[in-house]
């Protein structure tokens, strides 16, 4: 068994990330800026957008985040997207989900303006990646396809089994996989919460990918053996005993189901990290398309 370690890849794409940074500094070019917009005061929310902007400063970026107070709002967010989208300064940016309820989650998402949309969420850019076209791709989704790649895990003619549909994550990684190329070419099935007789299914995968946020939901019955596993789930539980007053878990009974694995990924140290990594990228390559287009 093999762990796939994302923490350790994560910092590997960053210092690659440094080493380019450095270049376009001695080029005399402007460094890549990123920015993330927070609404109210998750816990989560915090905890990731801070390590995005640490992460910032440790590769040479430039980072702003604009927090904004729970009660803010629809418009004036709408407001605030308006302004990145103007400011010439800002390469891409992010606005942290999930959103307060009374914000309207879409009516924000589709206001972003697609050439600086690094979260890859704006229609536009789902559009092209489902067509097979250049876009900017979903951090956490991109950040398991290079988990994959660096690992030389070969996908092509394999049954992936994802396991959760959101937006975010289910959904676009289904479509990755199935993506005709030699990166892809999986064979794949997404599975949700009415998806009949789960187990029998997933008993069949080689790849497995769990995003649906049930601590222990993936039990060692449920996969053959060989399998790689992707665990995506972030769940924090409360425990008076950690310094943090919680623990985070994935989806996976780890202990039980890395002993019939071949691969399998941590929680944390396995996804999380590789997310962070792969927004930096994007807004890397937000930056270079600005260059060429002068802006
Ligand atoms: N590591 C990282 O970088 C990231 C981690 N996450 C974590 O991943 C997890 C999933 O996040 P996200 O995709 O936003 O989740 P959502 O809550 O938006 O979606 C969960 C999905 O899981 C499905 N589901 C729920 N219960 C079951 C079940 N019993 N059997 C089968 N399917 C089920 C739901 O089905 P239905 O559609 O029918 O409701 C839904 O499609 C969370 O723990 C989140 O914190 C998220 C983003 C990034
Ligand atoms: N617009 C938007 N884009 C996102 O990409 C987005 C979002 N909203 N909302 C929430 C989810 C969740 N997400 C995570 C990213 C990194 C870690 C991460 O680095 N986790 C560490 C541990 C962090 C901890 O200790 O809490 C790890 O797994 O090792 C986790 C979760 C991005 N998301």
Redesign the pocket.
């Known amino acids: 068994m093999e762990i796939l370690d994302g923490k350790k890849v994560s910092n590997q794409i960053k210092e690659e990330l440094a080493v380019e940074v450095a270049q376009m500094k001695a080029r005399g070019e402007k460094v890549p800026h990123l920015a993330a917009v927070l609404v109210g005061n998750d816990g989560a929310s915090l905890t990731y957008v801070g390590s995005k902007v640490r992460s910032c400063e440790k590769i040479g970026f430039e980072s702003t985040l604009i927090h904004l107070p729970e009660e803010t709002t629809e418009e004036e967010l709408l407001k605030q997207v308006e302004n990145l989208n103007k400011n010439t300064d800002i390469d891409g940016y992010i606005v942290q989900l999930p959103l307060p309820k009374h914000i309207d989650e879409q009516k924000v998402l589709m206001a972003v303006d697609p050439d600086k949309d690094v979260d890859g969420f704006h229609p536009a850019n789902f559009g092209k990646m489902a067509l097979d076209m250049e876009s900017f791709i979903p951090a956490?989704p991109f950040?398991i396809m290079e988990l994959l790649r660096r690992y030389n895990i070969d996908t092509e003619g394999k049954h992936a089994v994802v396991?959760?549909?959101?937006h975010?994550?289910?959904r676009p990684i289904s479509i990755l996989l199935s993506q005709k190329g030699k990166a892809a070419n999986a064979t794949v099935t997404l599975?949700?919460?009415?998806?009949k007789d789960?187990k029998a299914i997933t008993v069949q995968a080689d790849i497995i990918i769990s995003?649906?946020?049930?601590p222990n939901?993936l039990k060692e019955d449920m996969v053959k053996e060989g399998v790689v596993v992707i665990d995506?789930?972030?769940?924090r539980v409360p425990d008076e005993t950690r310094k943090r007053g919680y623990y985070i878990t994935g989806?996976v009974d780890f202990e039980n189901v890395s002993k019939k694995a071949s691969h399998i990924t941590p929680v944390p140290g396995g996804?999380?990290p590789?997310?962070i990594a792969m927004l930096l990228k994007n807004t890397l390559l937000a930056r270079e398309r600005h260059n060429a287009s002068n802006a």
């Not at 599975?191 to 998806?195: C, D, I, L």
């Open positions: 956490t950040g396991i959760g549909r959101s975010i994550v289910g599975t949700h919460s009415r998806t789960l995003a649906l946020g049930v939901f995506v789930g972030i769940t989806d996804v999380g590789m997310t």
